[in-house]
C-alpha cells in the first residue's frame, strides 16, 4: 500500500478558532424538561480529565418505547452570540445509536454545545454539556 510522504492525519474541525471567540450566550439556557419524559436520551461520554485536541466526540443516543431515534432530526450547535450550527460537521458521523468522531480538533477553552434529536414517535431529547479543552 502507497501512503505519501509526509502526510498528517487531519482531524475534523469541530469548532474553529474563531468561533471559540464569539461571546458566550447571555442568561441562562433554556431547557424544556418538565414531568416524566419518553423521549429519546443524549448522553455525552466524558473522557478522563484534561482532555486535549484532538480527541474523541462521543455521543450515545438511547429509545424508549420501541420508537427509533431518527438520525435526520439530529442537531448538534455551539452555544454561543449568536449560535453555531455544528450538524453539517458531524452530519456524516451520525448513526441511530450515537455519534462518534474518532479525531475532532477544538480550540483550548470551555465550549458549551447542545444536541436536541427526536424519534420515530416525534418525540424530542435534548442535552447541553461543556467541553474543556486543556491548552
Known sequence: MFTPPDCAYAAQVLITDEEAKLPPPKGAIATDRRGILRGPKVDFVTAAEPVRSPMRFQIRFESYGGAKVDPDSVKV????????????????????????IPDVQLPAGDHMVRVDIKDSDGRVGSTSFVLKIAP
Open 77 to 100: 450547535t455551539y452555544l454561543r452570540t449568536p449560535n453555531v450550527d455544528l450538524t453539517p460537521r458531524v452530519k456524516a458521523f451520525v448513526q441511530p445509536t450515537g455519534i462518534d
